[in-house]
């Protein structure tokens, strides 16, 4: 059903979570100081009421509003949910955080929650200039949180770095637009232009000559380099490392997470709901479109893959190291866009989220103020003076390697296993190379993730590490990332089963 009206209703979440923003900045105008709790409880408050407001839009067949370019189906609410949760987390670790590293509390939280405003646009896009909005959003508010430490060079260079690659990279993105949007416009047959996914897949669909058109390829082509840089694939990947490294460890937990998701949602939203999915309907030279897509996304995907796994191993920072790994599962990521599974994407992100938020909440406490100690060397034999962290830190390397029983394990086998059958219904045999790569791989990341173990249980105790003092409010968030893990991994059924609805619903809509 679609709506040209204006449905307020069907952007609530997004404007719970931009007049969040707006009070934080007001109140912290208003105050002398405002205190890190309060920051805290109005952006967790406000979270909580987005989210609450996804759940009682949950079940829609895909009405749309704003004239089309907001979308309301349950592939846009299951992401929105990634979305609340990646931020709700980041802002637990960040609470004690904020404060011992004497940063403005208002402007961070206030950040944060701009940047959620943006990665939910990004999923609610009908519109290929609405996720252009949604992405610049973020990205506006990523740069400057990375850049947050102002004091410190290193994530000065990271905020210019990224600020600099990420405007090039949109470039390519808007070019890649332009293309898509000139060549869906057939003054003959459509004598309105548009850039309107719905509209373009139904267009590419009922003209399967659009798909022989150099502009559309091109389209394509310049539109899969501007999300290959937010994802990190690559060749476009060389940002993520110094960024990761260099921006606060909060920030690189939600950049990791939070951005990297959001973009993975409009690639899915592009290339599988609309270019796919019009593969499915169209003839003539469909295929030979879909055949070049397909085949440059795997040259991506093991390129991807290949890079992030070998180059992580001789790494000795414990956040560059994860930043090769988070290249690494970019790379899985994009075989489930490949095989034109969102589910299997959609499942992933949400496992690795989990994970990887986890994963830095850890290393946000052992850095200690000003990221000192993010040495791998500076986890050696701590296993036992913080049997805690040391415990939760390996079960979220031991997941992101993928061993059984965790949302890691799970998260892998989903999109491997989409891959095979994709390959297997089309003939594509690239599809099952593309696979055993990435099997290859997988055993390859267990090199690096094994190492921080063993660092931490049997080597030699690092000289003058103590035991930090863990904040509630950290605790809560590692002790949600573990549950959440592990449900992922031992009882999936309830989320797949929902994926498996939603995946239904759009397909038969």
Same mark, same amino acid.
């Not at 011992?100 to 208002?106: A, F, H, Q, V």
């Not at 210019?160 to 993105?173: E, N, P, R």
């Not at 394990?409 to 089309?426: D, E, H, M």
């Not at 103590?466 to 509630?472: E, F």
């Given at each position: ?262 973009? &993975?949602?409009?690639?899915?939203? !592009? @290339?599988?709901?609309?270019? %796919?999915?019009? /593969? ?5 030279? +469909? =295929? ?120 890691? &394990?799970?998260?892998?086998?989903? !999109? @491997?296993?989409?891959?095979? %059958?994709?390959? /297997? ?5 690239? +599809? =099952? ?77």
């Amino acid at each position: 059903m679609e709506s040209l009206g204006i449905d307020y209703q069907s952007i609530l979440p997004e404007t719970i979570t931009a007049s969040v923003a707006v009070l934080i900045m007001m109140i912290d105008a208003i105050a002398r100081k405002i205190e890190r709790r309060v920051a805290g409880a109005v952006s967790l408050l406000g979270l909580i009421a987005a989210a609450v407001s996804v759940v009682s839009m949950w079940g829609n067949s895909g009405r749309t509003s704003f004239k089309g370019m907001i979308i309301v189906d349950d592939f846009r609410l299951f992401f929105a949910m990634i979305f609340l949760i990646v931020t709700f987390l980041t802002v637990l670790i960040s609470l004690r955080w904020v404060e011992d590293e004497s940063l403005p509390i208002g402007e961070y939280f206030a950040l944060l929650m701009f940047a959620t405003t943006g990665m939910l646009l990004m999923s609610a896009a009908n519109d290929l200039v609405m996720i252009f909005l949604g992405l610049e959003i973020t990205s506006i508010s990523t740069y400057v949180l990375c850049g947050y430490r102002r004091r410190d060079l290193r994530s000065n260079e990271s905020a210019m770095k990224y600020f600099i690659l990420g405007s090039f990279s949109t470039a390519f993105l808007l070019y890649g637009i332009a293309f898509v949007y000139g060549a869906t416009y057939n003054p003959a047959a459509n004598p309105v232009a548009t850039t309107n996914l719905l509209l373009i897949k139904e267009r590419i669909a009922t003209s399967g000559q659009l798909f022989s058109t150099p502009m559309l390829l091109a389209g394509a082509a310049m539109m899969i380099v501007g999300f290959g840089f937010k994802v990190a694939t690559a060749p476009f990947h060389v940002w993520s490392p110094d960024v990761y490294e260099g921006a606060p460890t909060p920030v690189t937990a939600f950049l990791s997470t939070g951005s990297k998701a959001a973009a &993975f949602a409009s690639f899915s939203r !592009v @290339f599988i709901l609309t270019f %796919a999915s019009a /593969s499915l309907a169209a003839t003539g030279a +469909l =295929h030979n479109f879909q055949g070049t897509v397909t085949d440059a996304l795997v040259v991506m995907a093991i390129l991807t893959m290949t890079i992030g796994n070998l180059v992580a191993i001789v790494q000795s920072n414990i956040k560059r190291m994860l930043a090769y790994s988070s290249i690494a599962h970019a790379g899985y990521a994009l075989i489930g866009i490949i095989a034109g599974d969102w589910r299997a994407v959609a499942f992933y992100l949400l496992s690795y989220v989990l994970i990887n938020i986890g994963a830095f909440g850890v290393i946000e406490l052992i850095a200690r103020r000003g990221d000192k100690r993010v040495e791998i060397s500076d986890y050696a034999g701590i296993g036992f003076q913080s049997l805690g962290l040391s415990s939760a830190l390996s079960l979220f390397l031991l997941s992101l390697a993928g061993i059984p029983l965790t949302g890691g &394990f799970v998260a892998k086998l989903l !999109v @491997f296993k989409s891959a095979w %059958a994709a390959g /297997s219904v089309s003939g594509n045999s690239s +599809l =099952h190379v593309l696979v055993i790569i990435a099997v290859i791989n997988s055993a390859i990341s267990w090199y690096y993730y094994l190492r921080v173990i063993v660092a931490m249980f049997f080597a030699e105790p690092a000289s003058g590490f103590k035991a930090p003092t863990v904040a509630r409010s950290t605790a809560a968030a590692i002790v949600l990332a573990l549950l959440g893990t592990l449900y992922l991994g031992i009882l999936p059924g309830r989320v797949l089963d929902t994926l498996e609805r939603a995946r239904d619903q759009i397909t038969h809509k």
